[in-house]
């Protein structure tokens, strides 16, 4: 079982990028997608979620309305668009998997069973 996270890197604030959490390893069929970031000093906290089962989707509320994730079951690649990034979230972006048929949450990380190794976003001002 594999996560790959990738499509990282320095992005200027208002502009865009799109992370990609490539799944190997099973289908992402009952289960559940988070991202994850963790900035510079501070502790890791969840950002959104999708379920494969229903797609049903969730995002924290410090990034509603500028990050979108995604999912595409047939590539079993989950995306996550960063749209008018901040500097604020400049953080090393981790996905990571939960078996859940039921939906998603990004709240408890514990729950989540695989982690990819993370990329860096870097919003500059």
């Known amino acids: 079982v594999q996560l790959q996270a990738s499509g990282g890197g320095l992005v200027q604030a208002g502009g865009s990028l799109r992370l990609s959490c490539a799944v190997s390893?099973?289908?992402?069929?009952?289960?559940?997608i988070g991202w994850f970031r963790q900035a510079p000093g501070k502790e890791r906290e969840g950002v959104s979620c999708?379920?494969?089962?229903?797609?049903?989707?969730d995002y924290a509320d410090s990034v509603k309305g500028r990050l979108t994730i995604s999912s595409d079951n047939a590539k079993n690649t989950v995306y996550l668009q960063l749209n008018s990034p901040k500097p604020e979230d400049t953080a090393v972006y981790y996905c990571?998997?939960?078996?859940?048929?039921?939906?998603?949450?990004?709240?408890?990380?514990?729950?989540?069973?695989?982690w990819g190794q993370g990329t860096l976003v870097t919003v500059s001002s």
């Open positions: 999708i379920s494969s089962s229903d797609g049903s989707t």
């Open positions: 390893g099973f289908t992402l069929d009952y289960y559940a």
């Open positions: 990571a998997a939960e078996y859940n048929p039921y939906g998603c949450t990004y709240r408890a990380q514990y729950e989540y069973d695989y």
